[in-house]
């Protein structure tokens, strides 16, 4: 598996890999997030990972801010690595010292079991409770 910095040519396969993940992510706008992945690309805060030449998981991030913005597996390559790669990498790509957080699912909400899991595993900790798009959600804190 390789994990990379997104190109524009992997727009297209970024976007279809979307698509099967959609239910995952409520409230989310494909014509504001076009724009954004486009910018994402661009400015260096997008990665994928690829294998076999195909696009199994794509991770968006924001260095300013310091914060996972997205994360998504095909549905038939999870639980082989494809997320905690992706979040290493990413990681990796922030200096000593910062923190950086995610917006995930609340505790013992089932839809984000599998993201909370990895999160934990990875050390981020439990923050501050949410609501986005009126979804009760909690945000998950890293100390580089």
């Given at each position: 598996?390789?994990?990379?910095?997104?190109?524009?040519?992997?727009?297209?396969?970024?976007?279809?890999?979307?698509l099967?993940?959609?239910?995952s992510f409520?409230?989310?706008?494909?014509?504001?997030?076009?724009?954004?992945?486009?910018?994402?690309?661009?400015?260096?805060?997008?990665?994928?990972?690829?294998?076999?030449?195909?696009?199994?998981?794509?991770?968006?991030?924001?260095?300013?801010k310091?914060?996972?913005?997205?994360l998504?597996?095909?549905?038939?390559?999870?639980?082989?690595?494809?997320?905690?790669?992706?979040?290493?990498?990413?990681?990796?790509?922030?200096?000593?010292?910062?923190?950086?957080s995610?917006?995930?699912?609340?505790?013992?909400?089932?839809?984000?079991?599998p993201?909370?899991?990895?999160?934990s595993?990875?050390?981020?900790?439990?923050?501050?409770?949410?609501?986005?798009?009126?979804?009760?959600?909690?945000?998950?804190?890293?100390?580089?």
């Open positions: 598996m390789l994990i990379r910095l997104a190109q524009t040519s992997d727009f297209d396969g970024w976007m279809s890999l979307l099967l993940v959609q239910e409520p409230g989310l706008d494909f014509e504001e997030y076009r724009k954004a992945l486009s910018k994402k690309i661009e400015e260096q805060e997008a990665l994928v990972a690829e294998e076999g030449g195909q696009i199994i998981g794509t991770l968006a991030f924001s260095h300013k310091g914060e996972i913005e997205f998504a597996v095909h549905p038939t390559f999870r639980r082989h690595g494809a997320a905690r790669a992706l979040v290493v990498h990413m990681l990796s790509l922030f200096p000593k010292g910062s923190t950086v995610v917006i995930t699912y609340r505790d013992g909400d089932p839809m984000g079991a993201a909370r899991a990895l999160y595993r990875l050390g981020f900790a439990p923050g501050k409770l949410l609501t986005v798009f009126d979804y009760p959600c909690q945000e998950l804190v890293y100390k580089n």
